[in-house]
């Protein structure tokens, strides 16, 4: 997209340009079992996710791809053995730091969605910073859900609204679709058109439960870590042979 890009990566030919997803989310799941299958610890298969989110993320940017949310960890995920959880809230705050630079320089705004409140302080001093330092940026958004869960947003929307509704700011028969998507996290891009699962599961694990009522989903058994952009053009692809017919005829 940008000129100064070195290593610009072109929309496959056989990619509709047209059809591309505004925004894409992935749900990254599958790291533990690929690293299982190598005789290696579940960690390994999240530290070969991460590069697999960079250049997933790359790859969305110079195709002109204008948001993608990453599913990184979920509420849920705090009933992992201990030392996975901690692996993951050090390794979420390595890479936001290491990444920074290239982020601002690739022109990434990057934000988080997720009850943020309750990750570690240094790892929240880390989100603070990057959303700070890229918050003028416009190539793309780039939006990563830790300790995310579909409910809990949903409730804490309620609350948020309710607390206005009490303060007479709000009057309930005012409250619509505008108003509860205002007070989601994830009120500064529209709803994902594609949402992508790796490694076999249906299902969404309380990923974004609000804003996914008509995105296309594209389930593959593909293992997040083997999600390359060979994996992505084939999703692409089929979201482009979808009809999108948002209840209409
Ligand atoms: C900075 C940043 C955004 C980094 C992203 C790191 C990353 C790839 C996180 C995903 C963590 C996770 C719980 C994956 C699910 O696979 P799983 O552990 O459930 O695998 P399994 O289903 O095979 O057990
Ligand atoms: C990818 C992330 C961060 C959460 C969903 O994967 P899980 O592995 O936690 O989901 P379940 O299979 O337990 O539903
Ligand atoms: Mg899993």
Redesign the pocket.
Known sequence: MTAQSPNLEYLPSDLNKELLPQHVAV??????????RRGLP?IM??????D??KDLLRCCKDWGIKALT?????TE?WG?PQE?VEF?MT??????RQ?LREMLQENVRIGFVGNLQALPNALQAEISRSMEETKDNRGIDFN?A?NYGGREEILQACREISKKVEQGLIKSHEIDEAIFEHHLYTNRNSDPDLIIRT?G?MRLSNFLLWQVAYSEIYFTDT???DFDRSEFKKALSAYQERDRRFGKV
């Open positions: 749900i990254m799941d599958g790291n533990g079992r690929w690293a299982k579940r298969g999240h530290k070969r996710g991460v697999i989110l990453a599913y990184a960890f979920s995920n992992r996975e993951l390794l979420f705050q390595r890479v936001l990444e990563v830790t490694s599961e293992l997040w870590p």
